[in-house]
């Protein structure tokens, strides 16, 4: 009985190991669809239009989650006003002509696309463990 018990608890502890491990997986793969995304697709743009790139150490994790969250892009308002606009099919559609991440990531899901945009600069965030720059 003891025996069978613990032969559960190893099938259980391993379904839960391997769980986990994918899970982990799936995250460092976001964060680095996310890293192509935002240096390709926005930090392209922010580079042409204001020559500065807007990296992710640049802000702290709870500031760009509020920055997603709030769904403004900029205060110039010479951009679309939506921060979302810059991750949906219906951007990527406009400049995949010019933008060959735009093009390869054309049909992703927009959920998909903010989500990895999001692992990225929470992910490099100035206070996050791996702050990362544009480069
Ligand atoms: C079509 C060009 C363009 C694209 C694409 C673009 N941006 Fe921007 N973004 C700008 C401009 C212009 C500014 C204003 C820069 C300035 O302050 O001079 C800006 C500003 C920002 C700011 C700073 C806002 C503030 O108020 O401090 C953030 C953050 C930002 N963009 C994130 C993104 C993200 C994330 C994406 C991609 C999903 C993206 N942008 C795509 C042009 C763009």
Redesign the pocket.
């Known amino acids: 009985m003891s025996k069978r018990v613990s032969i559960v608890a190893g099938v259980v502890m391993a379904a839960l190991l391997t769980g986990l491990s994918g899970n982990v997986a799936a995250a460092e793969a976001n964060k680095k669809v996310g890293k192509v995304y935002?240096k390709m697709?926005?930090t392209v743009?922010?580079m042409t239009?204001?020559g500065k790139a807007?990296p992710p150490n640049t802000r702290t994790m709870k500031e760009w989650q509020a920055?997603l969250d709030a769904d403004k892009?900029?205060?110039?308002g010479?951009?679309n006003p939506k921060?979302s606009y810059?991750?949906s099919r219906a951007y990527r559609e406009t400049v995949k002509g010019s933008n060959k991440a735009a093009e390869k990531f054309l049909a992703m899901p927009d959920a998909e696309a903010a989500a990895n945009?999001r692992a990225f600069v929470v992910g490099g965030a100035k206070d996050s463990d791996t702050p990362a720059s544009c480069e």
């Not at 892009?73 to 110039?76: E, I, P, V, Y």
Request: aromatic residues 16%; contains cysteine.
């Open positions: 935002f697709i926005c743009c922010h239009s204001s807007i920055y892009h900029d205060a110039t010479k951009t921060v810059y991750l945009v």
